[in-house]
């Protein structure tokens, strides 16, 4: 391990007073001392900044944004103040386990890659444990067609190369799946590696982006606006991509037609069909509706 080596934490955070410094302190005691902790606050109204100049460590560089801009636009600014070698992310709602940095390093410069990413195990907001993600079996490189067929990453998650951050940043405009889009775009210049090991807590809030599902829905659509080529190239990427979209339209009150014409088309088995039979004559949102409260 490269002990030498400065890495740049980014926090991009909005009103989290009551949340930032669990997440904060796990980044603090991280085994990995070489730190400088960049906060970004998306313009808080909330007692966030007060907590996080009492929080105690020199190594905490704290800037608040004039107007509230987003995370993405919050994180990009984090990437410009970056000083580190390696820059990792953080969420105010996330917990580290003390060695991620530590093992992230490691694994990174043994598997000779530019990127790496690591599993998490999701808590709702009672912290009842949910389910492990990403659901992948062993340490794996991330193509861009592996990416679209399974979306196996998270914001706090990653961790690389400082260059290939600054090179790619985050697209403002996506209204989810901000973090999928990203490493999909990263994967294209270089080299991201899965590491198969549990290194993250993450704690799903009320208010959280990941339970709007009209913002779940515009994100895929354009995801699939920037990759349609590569989405129907493949007729496993085109199934997997298009099941995980009509999910979002049957949660925004729509009958995902169009998802299950695309699915029938490119692969169509007896199964596939029958779901494009139930979604023409308006069954298929209802079904699956109805599964999701079983």
Request: charged share 25%; hydrophobic share 35%.
């Amino acid at each position: 391990m490269n002990s030498n080596s400065l890495i740049s934490v980014i926090i991009p955070t909005y009103n989290r007073g009551s949340l930032i410094l669990d997440s904060l302190n796990s980044v603090i005691r991280q085994t990995y001392k070489n730190l400088e902790i960049i906060i970004v606050d998306d313009c808080s109204t909330d007692n966030t900044e007060e907590i996080i100049r009492n929080a105690g460590d020199n190594r905490i560089i704290y800037h608040k944004l004039l107007k509230n801009s987003g995370a993405c636009t919050a994180r990009n600014k984090g990437i410009e103040l970056a000083n580190g070698e390696y820059i990792a992310f953080n969420d105010s709602d996330d917990i580290w386990h003390e060695n991620k940095l530590e093992k992230q390093i490691d694994f990174l410069l043994k598997k000779n890659a530019d990127v790496v990413t690591c599993k998490m195990d999701v808590y709702d907001e009672s912290k009842n444990f949910m389910y492990s993600f990403p659901n992948l079996g062993s340490d794996t490189e991330l193509t861009t067609e592996g990416l679209l067929k399974y979306n196996a990453t998270s914001t706090q998650l990653l961790f690389g190369k400082a260059e290939c951050f600054k090179t790619v940043q985050f697209d403002k405009d996506m209204p989810r799946f901000q973090d999928w889009e990203e490493c999909l775009r990263l994967s294209e210049k270089f080299k991201v590696v899965f590491q198969n090991e549990i290194l993250v807590d993450t704690y799903q809030q009320k208010d959280s982006i990941t339970k709007n599902p009209q913002k779940g829905l515009a994100g895929m659509e354009l995801l699939f606006s920037k990759y349609k080529d590569k989405i129907f190239s493949d007729k496993h990427i085109t199934e997997s991509f298009f099941k995980k979209m009509s999910a979002f339209s049957c949660l925004c009150g729509k009958e995902p037609l169009t998802e299950m014409t695309y699915i029938k088309n490119a692969n169509p088995t007896l199964k596939n069909k029958v779901r494009y039979v139930l979604a023409k004559i308006g069954l298929y949102k209802i079904l699956f509706m109805i599964l999701q409260h079983m």
